[in-house]
């Protein structure tokens, strides 16, 4: 899986857009991008995947680079409850293979 | 999504004792399941691959004969600590793989283990 690099910490206010990103400029041409984050002491929760074309659903929106070598995942309207350690992961969809977390971006949302 | 229990979620033991963590995936059959262990203000970090009805996978460093894992059915993974020491206490955590209509995993709430 190509290796990501994100930043170790951000805060963001609450009702703002909290915009992570991703470096990832080793990606190969089918590995998707994924984002999982981990609220304390739970287990990590999906959020969203994409290959080239931007994805949202009811949680985020992922803006995918045209040559892919980054991302940005946003959360619209952080709310306090968005705190949580994001993780951005490479790897090939559908592959069966377990997730290779690096060490992701911690947010703080803040009143 | 697909729902996954862990059991306990939280334990206490004494030093040199065995604890057994389970994994389930309660509305979904599974072959693979994977076991992650995590310690404090660190990433997950996969300890074995989990596959029903053969012998598990272990990542390199892992002692297979420490962290027994049993996949005996499609719906259940268990985890088995021996004789375990303060250093094996952390956050355990499974999950598992839905291969077909899935392209995520999905994650187990975690076992927090406290090793005396």
Redesign the interface.
């Known amino acids: 899986d190509a290796k990501t690099t994100q930043p170790p910490s951000m805060d963001c206010a609450e009702g703002r857009a909290a915009n992570l990103p991703c470096n990832h400029s080793t990606i190969s041409g089918n590995e ?1 991008v ?1 984002w999982y984050r ?1 609220i304390h ?6 959020i969203i ?1 994409g290959l080239k074309n931007n994805e949202t659903n009811e949680m985020a929106s992922l803006i995918i680079t045209e040559d892919r070598k980054s991302s940005t995942l946003i959360l619209p309207h952080a709310t306090l409850r968005d705190t949580a350690v994001y ?1 951005c992961i490479v790897r090939v ?2 592959s ?1 293979y ?7 971006t911690s947010l703080l949302v803040t009143p | 999504g697909a729902v996954v229990s862990q059991h306990p979620s939280r334990v206490i033991c004494k030093s040199g004792t065995s604890v057994k963590i389970e994994c389930r995936s309660l509305d979904f059959q599974a072959t693979t399941m994977f076991w992650y262990r995590q310690f404090p203000k660190k990433s997950l970090m996969l300890m074995a691959t989990s596959n029903e009805g053969s012998k598990a996978t272990y990542e390199q460093g892992v002692e297979k004969d420490k962290f027994l894992i049993n996949h005996a059915s499609l719906t259940l993974s268990t985890l088995t600590v021996t004789s375990a020491h303060p250093e094996d206490s952390s956050f355990y955590i499974c999950s598992v793989y839905p291969a077909g209509e899935y392209n995520e995993q999905f994650f187990g709430p975690g076992t927090r283990l406290t090793v005396l």
């Open positions: 998707y994924y981990q002491s739970q287990g990590p929760q999906y995947h993780y969809g559908n069966g377990a997730l290779n977390f690096g060490k992701g």
